[in-house]
């Protein structure tokens, strides 16, 4: 954790022109990621092809600071990394964003956007990481960092986040008008190098002067280059009971939150955001809590117990030292990286557990989970298999891509190798995944949740005539791990898009099957 601040400077100069950061990707999609200096991923080994733009986190502002337009990061912890992240991304084409705000350092936003005067000291600050500069780089206050851009995460506008956090019902405005305000000050700095401006959102819109979601968010987007919906952290230990980190689509109500990836772009549309201004972000991460039920020995299966209200350990980097900025308690986060769940449970493959541990796959969210009877330790993550499922609905959505958190808990490129097909349009590569019936060391993989649909089987048989002759009726059994596998069912042709096991064609209106018409 940081512990030496520094307010930045507000030194203004007017930039010279420069040649505009290429993006290295040739579609317009982007695959954004977050990168911490506490990740412990040097930079020099990150495999830059794979990110079109890389934000840096964070810059904060704290109630703590003299001035609260003041945005404290270390000159030399941090300046250092910011250095060597732009110097690798300017060689890759990658553009540097440098994010400012997140969950507790978020803490003065509202009284900066309120106030005409700290907007425009505020920004003048922010401007210093996007400026160029003209100042050795052992310079005791640089005025400039050379950033291609700034990710604004307020958590959140208009509602409570961490409990350091100051938000009043007119946040919504005012934010607005610290937008409009940057976005003016970028172009009249940088009129020939186009400096980007996004942010990172709730799965709702911003709230309004009632509290509730606004209905028209459309005046926001002219000032984004796009905006990152964090679809994650939707049910955990601030939760009743067990249910999913980060769902494709909602799980039954009022069991689960009514939250997920698909609700999230259909409420961000349907007040007004373009779509291809919209980023999809996902959990490289899992949430574990503490059940007051064997999980295994329910009849019929389910992802949703009660739980403790003591959130345990996570993986091996979980710790529970009080935050530096926000002290909210000495708690653990629960939290698994997605490289400390293959590292110490998924160990021979992503679906197969080792012993004491059962893995399971939820229909509704289309989501894994694990659960371990020995000490009632739930943990719902996603994978491969429920990437794959957001990243193919993300591309038939036009959404402009998809996001990460963080760059350094991927295990060996495996999911963020299946994030890359938002740039594919054709021939797009295969994710084959082994079958969920075999585990290793007497530990026993249990089938998908029992439910109705999932339970129900088919009832076609290939017609005699026709496109369906020699196709196969679909088997709730069997895995289709290859897209463009055909089958029947009810007396229709159907083409899975994506690989998938045990889900019913037909029964979803954005699953893996393609109906491809009567036989």
Same mark, same amino acid.
């Given at each position: 954790?940081?512990?030496?601040?520094?307010?930045?400077?507000?030194?203004?100069?007017?930039?010279?022109?420069?040649?505009?950061?290429?993006?290295? *990707?040739?579609?317009?999609?982007?695959?954004?990621?977050?990168?911490? $200096?506490?990740?412990? @991923?040097? @930079?020099?080994?990150?495999?830059?092809?794979?990110?079109? /733009?890389?934000?840096?986190?964070?810059?904060?502002?704290?109630?703590?600071?003299?001035?609260?337009?003041?945005?404290?990061?270390? #000159?030399?912890?941090?300046?250092?990394?910011?250095?060597?992240?732009?110097? #690798? +991304?300017?060689?890759?084409?990658?553009?540097?964003?440098?994010?400012?705000?997140?969950?507790?350092?978020?803490?003065?936003?509202?009284?900066?956007?309120?106030?005409?005067?700290?907007?425009?000291?505020?920004?003048?600050?922010?401007?210093?990481?996007?400026?160029?500069?003209?100042?050795?780089?052992?310079?005791?206050?640089?005025?400039?960092?050379?950033?291609?851009?700034?990710?604004?995460?307020?958590?959140?506008?208009? #509602?409570?986040?961490?409990?350091?956090?100051?938000?009043?019902?007119?946040?919504?405005?005012?934010?607005?008008?610290?937008?409009?305000?940057?976005?003016?000050?970028?172009?009249?700095?940088?009129?020939?190098?186009?400096?980007?401006?996004? *942010?990172?959102?709730?799965?709702?819109?911003?709230? +309004?002067?009632?509290?509730?979601? !606004? *209905?028209?968010?459309?005046?926001?987007?002219?000032?984004?280059?796009?905006?990152?919906? !964090?679809?994650?952290?939707?049910?955990?230990?601030?939760?009743?009971?067990?249910?999913?980190?980060?769902?494709?689509?909602?799980?039954?109500?009022?069991?689960?939150?009514?939250?997920?990836?698909?609700?999230?772009?259909?409420?961000?549309?349907?007040?007004?955001?373009?779509?291809?201004?919209?980023?999809?972000?996902?959990?490289?991460?899992?949430?574990?809590?503490?059940?007051?039920?064997?999980? &295994?020995?329910?009849?019929?299966?389910?992802?949703?117990?009660?739980?403790?209200?003591?959130?345990?350990?996570?993986?091996?980097?979980?710790?529970?030292?009080?935050?530096?900025?926000?002290?909210?308690?000495?708690?653990?986060?629960?939290?698994?990286?997605?490289?400390?769940?293959?590292?110490?449970?998924?160990?021979?493959?992503?679906?197969?557990?080792?012993?004491?541990?059962? #893995?399971?796959?939820?229909?509704?969210?289309?989501?894994?989970?694990?659960?371990?009877?020995? &000490?009632?330790?739930?943990?719902?993550?996603?994978?491969?298999?429920?990437?794959?499922?957001?990243?193919?609905?993300?591309?038939?959505?036009?959404?402009?891509?998809?996001?990460?958190?963080?760059?350094?808990?991927?295990?060996?490129?495996?999911?963020?190798?299946?994030?890359?097909?938002?740039?594919?349009?054709?021939?797009?590569?295969?994710?084959?995944?082994?079958?969920?019936?075999?585990? $290793?060391?007497?530990?026993?993989?249990? $089938?998908?949740?029992?439910? *109705?649909?999932?339970?129900?089987?088919?009832?076609?048989?290939?017609?005699?005539?026709?496109?369906?002759?020699?196709?196969?009726?679909?088997?709730?059994?069997?895995?289709?791990?290859?897209?463009?596998?055909?089958?029947?069912?009810?007396? /229709?042709?159907?083409?899975?898009?994506?690989?998938?096991?045990?889900?019913?064609? +037909?029964?979803?209106?954005?699953?893996?099957?393609?109906?491809?018409?009567?036989?």
């Amino acid at each position: 954790m940081r512990v030496s601040l520094l307010a930045l400077a507000a030194t203004a100069i007017a930039c010279a022109s420069a040649a505009p950061v290429e993006k290295r *990707a040739t579609d317009n999609n982007v695959v954004v990621g977050y990168w911490v $200096p506490w990740g412990d @991923v040097p @930079v020099a080994s990150l495999d830059m092809t794979k990110y079109t /733009h890389i934000n840096y986190g964070f810059g904060v502002t704290v109630k703590t600071n003299p001035n609260p337009t003041d945005i404290t990061f270390d #000159r030399y912890y941090d300046g250092n990394n910011i250095r060597a992240l732009v110097a #690798r +991304g300017n060689q890759y084409g990658v553009p540097i964003l440098m994010t400012i705000g997140g969950w507790t350092g978020s803490q003065t936003f509202s009284t900066i956007s309120a106030d005409a005067s700290l907007r425009k000291t505020f920004i003048n600050n922010a401007m210093v990481f996007v400026r160029n500069n003209t100042l050795p780089d052992y310079a005791t206050t640089p005025d400039g960092w050379n950033m291609d851009g700034i990710d604004i995460d307020w958590e959140y506008p208009g #509602r409570a986040g961490a409990i350091c956090n100051v938000y009043t019902p007119q946040d919504a405005g005012n934010y607005l008008t610290l937008l409009k305000e940057l976005r003016a000050q970028m172009d009249l700095e940088f009129p020939n190098q186009h400096k980007f401006l996004t *942010a990172a959102v709730r799965v709702q819109p911003f709230d +309004g002067t009632d509290g509730k979601p !606004m *209905a028209d968010v459309s005046a926001y987007a002219q000032y984004f280059d796009w905006i990152s919906i !964090m679809a994650y952290d939707i049910m955990g230990s601030w939760s009743s009971t067990t249910g999913p980190n980060a769902p494709f689509k909602n799980g039954p109500a009022p069991a689960a939150d009514q939250f997920s990836v698909v609700q999230a772009i259909d409420s961000w549309t349907a007040a007004k955001f373009p779509v291809n201004k919209l980023v999809v972000g996902t959990a490289f991460y899992g949430r574990s809590v503490i059940t007051t039920v064997d999980m &295994d020995a329910q009849n019929p299966i389910t992802m949703y117990v009660n739980k403790t209200n003591v959130t345990p350990k996570g993986g091996p980097a979980d710790r529970n030292d009080p935050n530096f900025y926000c002290n909210e308690g000495a708690v653990y986060s629960g939290m698994w990286k997605w490289k400390e769940i293959r590292g110490a449970i998924l160990t021979s493959s992503p679906t197969t557990p080792a012993a004491g541990w059962n #893995r399971y796959w939820d229909d509704a969210t289309q989501t894994p989970w694990l659960f371990r009877s020995s &000490d009632k330790t739930f943990i719902s993550y996603d994978d491969v298999q429920s990437m794959t499922i957001k990243v193919n609905y993300a591309k038939q959505k036009g959404v402009k891509g998809v996001m990460l958190w963080d760059m350094s808990y991927d295990y060996n490129g495996e999911l963020i190798t299946v994030l890359q097909n938002i740039h594919c349009t054709s021939n797009c590569p295969v994710v084959t995944l082994p079958t969920t019936t075999a585990a $290793p060391s007497g530990a026993t993989t249990l $089938p998908p949740t029992k439910t *109705a649909t999932s339970a129900a089987s088919a009832t076609t048989t290939p017609a005699g005539t026709g496109p369906c002759v020699g196709v196969a009726a679909w088997d709730s059994s069997a895995v289709y791990a290859s897209p463009g596998s055909k089958v029947t069912y009810n007396g /229709h042709l159907y083409t899975n898009q994506w690989w998938t096991q045990n889900e019913i064609p +037909g029964s979803q209106a954005y699953g893996a099957w393609k109906d491809g018409g009567a036989c």
